[in-house]
């Protein structure tokens, strides 16, 4: 599911992403783990943070002449987010945490029967890092932390194959796989005066390696030897994204705060599948992706309506990072805006109750996919509804 551009999820907080996907400057609460591993140092006591959402996309797709139009189906997702963190003693320099969070998933599934079923019918792909976490205020101005990822995942896709049975129903094929990988996250947190808060932060990018993945195919009889099950090895690069934020106490009720994020997509060159056993009809795939680096702009508020209740308002610009000759309906990728708000409510000193919700629009884009000569005009939209409970020890 694309919450972000291509397959990344910005949905990690519930705060961050009522005030527009931003979070790195400022520490609002155990969830800094993913915004920035150095806001860890501000808990002053341990904290338990659970957060789930349920983003629903749907994208429409027009070809002309003929004006042919697919939807896709609604699909949901399911992230989930849990931190856990504190200082190790009382009044320490040291906090330690753990993050269990989803920072990339994709899902999208179309008719069987339309006109891009050779190219992609659904794919779904899940991703799971855990991130074990220290930091370290050095004075009251500068902290620093330091988060160690190990990544798991799943993808599966499907797609129809241009080979008939005797009853005219087209063969199909479907690949499965898991992969893991490793990386890390760094991050500062500056607080030059008290009324303006900086933070910079890094998290890696993750190599999703998969071997002995799954591939089946439903093909006529007299074809089953040149299609066998069999097993692929292939890659995915989860990117690396760096991030700058700005935060400011506008006045004793309301916080305003700003990152820039950039995201290294072009990592993602070419998409490998490597069947362990190729016939004269089924070999390695080589898809180019060639996916471009992008800059992202996010913006937030945070006003304290009482001790109890605040009010957070947002919104941000995501280019796509997927290149004109790239747009496939796997990745119907666009420029995108976002729209997002929320609240948070204390009904008990330790309890604190989340709720975010955040609309995505995707502007119209026509687009092709070169190497399969197939193109078209797509449109996408998402709506993430977000619930979330935090408990001070």
């Known amino acids: 599911m694309g919450m972000g551009s291509a397959y990344q999820m910005n949905l990690q907080g519930l705060r961050q992403v009522a005030m527009g996907g931003s979070g790195t400057a400022i520490s609002w609460d155990a969830s800094s783990i993913f915004y920035n591993t150095a806001g860890l140092a501000d808990l002053d006591r341990f904290q338990l943070y659970v957060a789930g959402f349920s983003p629903t996309r749907s994208t429409r797709y027009v070809q002309s002449p003929g004006l042919y139009i697919a939807n896709s189906h609604a699909t949901t997702q399911y992230p989930i987010n849990v931190y856990f963190g504190g200082p190790v003693a009382y009044k320490s320099r040291v906090n330690l945490g753990l993050g269990i969070y989803s920072p990339f998933g994709h899902r999208i599934a179309w008719d069987a029967d339309w006109r891009g079923r050779y190219l992609s019918q659904e ?7 855990f991130q074990p976490t220290i930091s370290y205020r050095l004075h009251s101005q500068l902290s620093l932390g330091l988060g160690l990822i190990y990544a798991t995942g799943s993808v599966e896709m499907s797609q129809a194959l241009p080979v008939q049975n005797q009853a005219g129903e087209e063969g ?10 490793y990386g890390f996250q760094a991050g500062v947190q500056w607080k030059p005066t008290s009324r303006l808060h900086l933070g910079l932060t890094y998290r890696s990018q993750v190599n999703m390696k998969s071997t002995n993945g799954l591939a089946q195919f439903r093909v006529p009889q007299s074809l089953s030897s040149q299609f066998p099950t069999t097993s692929y090895d292939t890659r995915l690069p989860l990117p690396m994204v760096a991030s700058l934020g700005l935060g400011v106490q506008a006045s004793a009720r309301l916080h305003l705060q700003a990152d820039l994020n950039f995201t290294g997509w072009a990592a993602f060159r070419e998409l490998n599948i490597d069947f362990k056993e190729n016939t004269g009809m089924l070999s390695d795939l080589r898809s180019p992706r060639e996916f471009r680096n992008t800059l992202s702009l996010h913006l937030g508020g945070h006003y304290k309506l009482s001790d109890r209740v605040s009010l957070m308002l947002g919104g941000a610009l995501e280019p796509s990072p997927v290149k004109d000759g790239r747009v496939s309906p796997e990745f119907p990728d666009a420029h995108q805006g976002l729209v ?6 204390r009904p008990h000193r330790k309890i604190t109750a989340l709720l975010a919700l955040e609309y995505r629009y995707g502007l119209s884009r026509e687009g092709s996919f070169d190497p399969a000569g197939f193109q078209g005009t797509y449109q996408t939209t998402v709506l993430t509804p977000g619930l979330g409970l935090s408990y001070d020890f």
């Open 123 to 129: 794919m779904r792909m899940n991703t799971l890092f």
């Open 172 to 181: 199909s094929a479907s690949l499965s796989t898991r992969g893991r990988g």
């Open 340 to 345: 997002s708000g929320g609240l948070s409510y």
